[in-house]
Every structure is written in C-alpha cells, then in structure tokens.
C-alpha cells in the first residue's frame, strides 16, 4: 500500500538533536559536551515560582494569566522587548533617533521559543525548492527546517568577525549567471557568539551583507531577507560585560548593534530573539521583530499554528522582567558561564593535542574545536566511535554544515557544550576526549 504521508513528512529525516539526546539518555554513565542545554543548576526556580506566585495570589491577575492571550503576544512583553533591542543597539537615549522606530512593540511577535520564529518565517517566505543562504557552519536545527521544507542550500565560509563578504558575493553571483536569483529569499546570520563556533559577526559585516543582498534584489525581482538569529546575544560574559555587571546590572550596549539599528534597511531585517538562553529554556518564550508583509503574514501562520504562546508563561517571564528579577539572573548567569568556559579552556589546554585549535569567544555556550584535516570527527569516525567507548559525547562538525553540492562538507570539527555539564564533568569529558584525540592526531 502507498503511505498516506505528505510530501513535507516523508522528506522529514530525523533531526540529529533526537539522535544526540537518545544516545546520551541511553548511556548514563556518558558525559555530554553535545547538547545545547542550558545550565541546569542555575535556572531560575525561585524567581520563576515567586513570579508565578504573585500572578496566582489573586483572580484579578490569576485569571487573565490562565486564559488565552492574542496571537501577537502580551502586550507588556512586546513592549518591553522593543524598549529592550532598543536599548542594547542605541544605548540610553531618550530622544528616538532615526531607525528608532524598527523596535516598535507593533512589530514584535512572541513565539513558542525563537526556534518557532525560524520555523514560520522558513515557511512564509520559502516554497520548495527555494535557496537560503546560511553560514558554513550553520545552527543544525536551522538545517533541519531547510531540509524538511525541500529547500536548497549555500554556504558561505566564516571569518572571525562573521561571514567572508567576498565569498558571499561569489556565491550570489554564481546564483545570478545560473538565474537562480528569484529562488534565494534569505541570508540566515547567527550573529551573537554562534552556535556552534563561538564567532560574533561585527556591525560593519551586517551592513555590508545587507548592501550586498540589496544589490541583487532588482535580478531577484523580490525582498531578500537577512534572517539575525540572535539567540545568545545576552549571553556575553567577555571581561567588559563581567565588569559592567559588576558595576550596574542593566544591560548596556556591550556587544554590536542589531542588523535592526542599519539605516535605511528595516525593511529587510527579521530579527528572531529568544528569552530561553537568558532566563529559561522551560518557558520556552522566544519573539521575532519582523517587517511587513513578513509580519503580517507569519502572525497569520502563527494563528493557525497555536492563535498564541501560552499566556501564563508569558505573563511569568514579564513579571520576572518588571520586578527586577530578570537582570538579576541574568548577571549571576553570565558570571555563572564566564567560569564554566574558563573551566573548558582550561582543560583544552591541559588535555588537547597542540594541533588542535580553537578560539575564545567571551559569551554563548560552545567551543568550536578545528582538528587538523585529515582526522574525521563523524559519527562513523574512529574518533567519535572511541570518544562513545570512553562515555563522552560531542556534536560532530559535519553535522553543523548544509548539504552544498558545490563544497565539500568538513568533517575535522566538533562542537564542545559547557552549557548543562558540571565543572567537574567538563574537566573529565575534556580529559576522555584529550586520550582519544592524542592516540590519533
Ligand atoms: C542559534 C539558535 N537559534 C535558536 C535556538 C532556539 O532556541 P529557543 O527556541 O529555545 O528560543 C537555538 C537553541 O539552541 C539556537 O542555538
């Protein structure tokens, strides 16, 4: 018999992070380095339960909570979150400067997690077979959401301060001489301390990536998009960000501005932004500020996704925001991070072959691990096979790279997770992964 499946099903494959979480659920004794977790131990439990309390202790605020919200999100979260993007782009000004008007709450949507975001704006710009253009390496995720949607991929390689401009101009020419520019829709950026490589793409990239996207518009025929992921932008922990936390625990612009702040551009940015990093990645509340017709058209799919992220949970995160309880997570998570990198550094230089490389990034979760080339990192790898023998886990690098026809996939990397591990799991994993590595490089 034929299967009664859709076309999107059947093209589905299983998503890595399914297999990554089963391997490591059915081996207890494994220390895993691959899931992008959030510390467990430092989650918010009081503030979110003191939060919850104050919104249950009365049917005047109770009731409200434990009813249905708007499709677009509670009001006081949008507008918080535009004040917020604001402000980590243009500082305290008081006076709106030009561009000011891009963090309006009217074009902020708030999403189940940012992860959703990414998903429904996939879906409102591209149609099977449509081209996105992604960093090489990419969020694994992301590369789920192409494949399942039949979409076509190109990488363009990264630099250390974001992706590689003339690289990116090459690949929109080629798509240009094969006429394949009015099937390219988007330019997907994670642009604050990447997963997976750590990297943090500096304002001058964005603005030239934007320039650049513009220039080929009138061949494409349409709007192309620069999709800003910034999902770990309130992650940093560099030495600047641990002494303004110290000193004042606002948050201030100490990490570059949005691609929302270019002149001239708004119309072209969609910025997904995510609440799970920073606070809790159980309420899973995550947001998008979006341009017309994008918004209009993703808050019409988002209503026939969930008509609204769960109204109690918002409410709970903007309580936490509004009685100061945030920022005060926000600055012990930061310091909280700060050691447990500082931890995996450590151990990397201790246990680590010299020919193996890797930068420090000052915020995010990960450290991205160059192997000379030549040693695989695959799951089919000798070295991912004895890595598992010693109960240690990572992300293989290939995993974080597009199926582009016209490269080769590197397959030397790994993708190394201080997120969820304890200090002293860290240390050992670090240490397995070090006898592993200098039996082979
Ligand atoms: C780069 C990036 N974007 C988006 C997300 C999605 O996060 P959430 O849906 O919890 O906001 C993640 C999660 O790990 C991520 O790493």
Redesign the pocket.
């Known amino acids: 018999m034929k299967t009664a499946l859709s076309a999107l099903a059947r093209r589905t494959a299983a998503p890595p992070i399914s297999w990554l979480m089963a391997t490591t659920l059915a081996r207890p004794k494994l220390i895993s380095l691959a899931a ?1 977790f959030t510390d467990n131990a430092s989650l918010p439990v009081r503030e979110a339960r003191d939060s919850m309390n104050d919104l249950l202790r009365s049917p005047q605020t109770g009731q409200p909570a434990l009813q249905y919200g708007s499709t677009a999100g509670e009001p006081k979260l949008r507008e918080w979150t535009a004040n917020h993007l604001r402000r980590l782009d243009l500082g305290r000004q008081h006076v709106v400067p030009p561009g000011g008007k891009n963090y309006s709450a009217d074009r902020v949507l708030i999403t189940n ?4 975001l ?1 998903y429904m704006t996939a879906e409102a710009l591209c149609d099977t077979g449509d081209i996105v253009i992604v960093e090489d390496p990419t ?1 694994f ?2 590369l789920g959401i192409v494949q399942s949607h039949g979409l076509r991929a190109r990488g363009v390689r990264m630099e250390s301060d974001g992706i590689d401009l003339a690289h990116l101009e090459r690949v929109l020419e080629s798509l240009k001489r094969r006429g394949e520019l009015p099937r390219l829709k988007l330019l997907y950026l ?1 642009t604050y301390f990447q ?1 997976p490589t750590g990297i943090t793409t500096s304002y001058a990239k964005k603005v030239a990536a934007l320039k650049l996207l513009k220039k080929y518009e009138r061949v494409a025929g349409h709007p192309i998009y620069l999709l800003e ?1 910034a ?2 932008r309130e992650l940093n922990f560099g030495r600047d960000a641990l002494l303004r936390v110290q000193a004042d625990r606002q948050v201030g612009p100490t990490t570059p501005k949005s691609a929302l702040s270019v002149r001239g551009f708004a119309d072209r940015v969609i910025y ?1 932004g ?1 609440y ?2 920073p606070f809790a ?1 159980g309420l ?1 509340v ?1 947001f998008g500020v979006l341009p017309e017709p994008v918004l209009t058209a993703v808050t019409r799919i988002k209503g026939n996704h969930d008509f609204g992220t769960a109204n109690l949970l918002q409410q709970t995160l903007a309580h936490a925001i509004a009685t100061g309880r945030y920022e005060k997570h926000l600055g012990a998570l930061r310091r909280r991070y700060a050691s447990k990198a500082a931890v995996m550094r450590a151990a990397l230089q201790k246990h680590f072959p010299p020919a193996v490389k890797w930068d420090e990034s000052g915020g995010g979760l990960y450290f991205w691990a160059r192997l000379p080339r030549g040693v695989k990192t695959g799951v089919d790898s000798k070295v991912f096979k004895a890595a598992l023998v010693a109960e240690v886990l990572y992300v293989p690098g290939a995993m974080c790279y597009a199926d582009d026809a016209t490269r080769r996939k590197p397959d030397y990397e790994m993708r190394l997770s201080y997120g969820n591990a304890s200090e002293a799991n860290i240390r050992e994993g670090i240490k397995r992964l070090g006898v592993v590595l200098r039996k082979v490089v």
């Open positions: 992008g997690g940012s992860q959703q990414l969020y995720v992301f994670v997963n992921d999902a770990y997904a995510t799970s990093k990645s899973r995550g």
